[in-house]
């Protein structure tokens, strides 16, 4: 299998004062198509790993590889150019402008991505179809349930049909009807060969995952099954 994500002893320390290790040295292999989740404690470190994987943030140690693409040989620009290619991001607020359509708000993602201006309108309907709201494209967020927002944020994230999908508490926001389609959408991504980082404190999020890892105290490892049980307090 294909990795797309590889973190070799990857970690980040912030020097202070007080000196602290956010990520102690780390190693991680996603491949493509899988669909993992990161569990842990509020201050454990998933914001900070969450950061780093979606280049938002360098390393202070190690080497992370995307799509093959050695992260820490690149320049700033380079960095923003291979995270808005290759990576979709959905958050747990949804950050879609209040007086732009649905269909708007997806072909935003495309104008920062310099997508050709002939093929905008087009892609963001699509990955609005793929979403299941073909029916909404005309839509204003304020007139869009929870569910239906988090939606038009996946469709924004699929537009540019990026390699990762990394979502953070995508379904602290949501009601549990509402959470319960987010995740059925999550399956159907995974279902069509997505790959999907969740960073979550939710276990029955976490649940739907193929694979998890937890994260506490700055430091990852793979949760043995009685583990993987136990519902994490929330935060992140």
Known sequence: MTAVIEL??????????????????????????????????????KSTLLHLLGLLDTP????????????????????????????????????????????ENVLLAQVYNRT??????EAARAALHQVGLEHRVDALPTTLSGGERQRVAIAR????????????????????????????????????????VVITHDPAVAARAGRSVLISDGRLSEPTAVESTVAEPAGG
């Open 8 to 45: 070799a002893q990857v970690g980040r320390s912030f020097t202070g004062p007080p000196p602290v290790t956010a990520l102690h040295p780390s190693d991680l292999t996603v491949g493509r198509g899988e669909y993992l989740a990161v569990t842990g404690p509020s201050g454990s470190g």
């Open 60 to 103: 202070s140690q190690g080497t992370y590889r995307l799509d093959g693409i050695d992260t820490g040989t690149l320049s700033d620009r380079d960095r923003s150019t291979l995270r808005g290619r290759r990576i979709g991001f959905v958050f747990q607020a949804f950050h879609l402008l209040p007086h732009r359509t649905a269909e």
């Open 116 to 121: 050709p201006r002939s093929r905008r309108r």
């Open 157 to 196: 994230a699929l537009v540019n049909r990026p390699s990762l999908l990394l979502c953070d508490e995508p379904t602290g926001n949501l009601d549990s009807a509402n959470a319960a389609a987010v995740l059925a959408q999550f399956d159907r991504l995974h279902g069509e060969g997505y790959t999907l």
